[in-house]
């Protein structure tokens, strides 16, 4: 376990032949069916519906399979793409005939992501209601034309090799090997939206004969992170400010640390901001990643989190000087649940390589509020650091698909400082002080002095 400081961070962690526009041995009116979709997406700790995070569209491949047939590809890149009328967002649904408003039974052949006439040369909207125009060259097939495909029977499966978001170049796929390659900048890290910044993949086998619309689940190639807090001093409430002039109350600066003796020294670090990938379908239902960083960036940029707000885990406490205060939770005893204060921003990390030593100083002010009399004091620049690894467990070298919350208890072992007028508070130095910096009021031994012997003659 990481040593316990002024906070203590802990990690949960929880196809060669026929060509694609070809359709091939049509079946009979009661058998025909269309291939259509029903998406999902695996969170990194649940399933959550993939346009419900802002995804709007994926790209796939499709290939057909029979022993003693010709392997023929379905899809080549296609783009897949959402449509949501009531809003307005995805893309403009009046071209295809297997859109519906929301997903049905598994053999209804409609949904709201569709791929017919999504092709560059038949796309046409241009309006203004907030659907994708065909000018938003970022969100539009490679492909001139997308037809409707239908389940050919005379083959027993369809494999279908699919990724997001959609991208019209910079993405390969190899059907022998069974990969899809995406150049530098697959994953983008970033703050708040995922959906401009994290990568993902999903497979599925389908059996044509049982006509049933295709489920996808995709997995994440990057990483997400979280912070929140509590806190363990007696006798005070705790309220997180922030750290900096430009209101960014958490930050966190990548360094390494090496040790001689006793002493640790910290050096910022590089870490990696974007990434290339390969994608795995060998087992085409359950595909793994591996992360490409060959021409990728990095920077030694701080991590800026904000600080929790009111409606972020906070309590309403009545000071006797101040009212307004919102403080963290207390720590609880054994048996409890231990609730939590959560910074808003989210962080959406680019996986970093198994071998990366970059960890990070997390750097966060607060102040202590006395329960009794409502006296203040500000602690600045309390530091902890988060290291890469512990043993074979990876805490902050990033791993893809793995959600990372970083939980920091609050203590009286404080490495801050409560000196207004300290010029060494830097937020981007990642020296950790070796010892507390906050002191406790100690009275060291008490005596007491004999009395002043004083004469005072009178005369009668």
Not at 145 to 167: G, I, M, S
């Amino acid at each position: 376990m990481m040593k316990k400081v002024t906070i203590f961070a802990a990690i949960a962690m929880t196809m060669v032949g026929c060509n694609s526009d070809e359709l091939v041995n049509s079946s009979t009116e009661n058998t025909e069916a269309p291939i259509a979709f029903s998406v999902e997406k695996k969170n990194i700790s649940r399933g959550t519906a993939l346009e419900n995070l802002g995804h709007y569209n994926f790209g796939v491949w499709a290939y057909k399979y029979k022993d003693g047939l010709t392997t023929q590809k379905v899809m080549d890149n296609y783009l897949v793409g959402y449509s949501n009328e009531t809003i307005k967002k995805g893309y403009e649904h009046s071209g295809s005939t297997t859109w519906a408003s929301a997903i049905g039974s598994e053999t209804d052949h409609t949904s709201p992501w569709f791929y017919e006439n999504l092709g560059t040369s038949e796309y046409k909207y241009v309006g203004t209601d907030g659907y994708y125009t065909k000018n938003d060259g970022a969100y539009m097939s490679a492909n001139a034309n997308q037809y409707l495909r239908y389940w050919d029977l005379a083959y027993e499966n369809t494999n279908f090799y699919a990724y997001a978001p959609y991208r019209s170049a910079g993405v390969t796929f190899d059907e022998g090997n069974k990969k899809v390659t995406v150049a530098h900048g697959a994953q983008t890290a970033g703050y708040d939206d995922a959906s401009l910044n994290e990568f993902m993949y999903a497979g599925a086998t389908a059996v044509n004969a049982d006509l049933k619309d295709v489920k996808l689940t995709f997995k994440h190639l990057g990483a997400q992170v979280n912070l929140r807090f509590y806190e363990d001093v007696r006798g005070y409430k705790v309220q997180i400010i922030d750290v900096t002039s430009d209101d960014t109350g958490i930050q966190a600066t990548p360094a390494t640390v090496t040790e001689s003796g006793t002493t640790k020294t910290y050096t910022k670090a590089d870490y990696y901001t974007t990434c290339g990938a390969t994608i795995d379908y060998t087992t085409v239902a359950n595909p793994t990643a591996t992360v490409n960083h060959t021409g990728a960036t990095t920077t030694q940029n701080n991590l800026k989190f904000t600080i929790p707000g009111k409606d972020n885990g906070l309590t309403e406490y009545p000071s006797k000087s101040n009212p307004k205060y919102y403080v963290i939770p207390e720590a609880v005893s054994t048996g409890s649940t231990q609730s939590y204060a959560v910074s808003p921003t989210v962080y959406y990390p680019v996986a970093q390589p198994e071998s990366s030593e970059v960890g990070f100083t997390f750097h966060v002010s607060y102040k202590l509020i006395a329960e009794d009399n409502g006296e203040e004091i500000t602690v600045h620049n309390a530091r902890v650091y988060v290291p890469a690894k512990n043993g074979s467990e990876f805490i902050a070298a990033w791993q893809p698909n793995t959600k990372y919350t970083y939980t920091f208890k609050i203590t009286k072992d404080s490495k801050g400082t409560t000196d207004p007028d300290d010029t060494k508070i830097d937020i981007d130095d990642p020296t950790v002080p070796a010892n507390p910096t906050v002191y406790p009021i100690v009275f060291d031994g008490a005596t007491v002095e004999d009395y002043t012997e004083k004469s005072n003659d009178s005369n009668f």
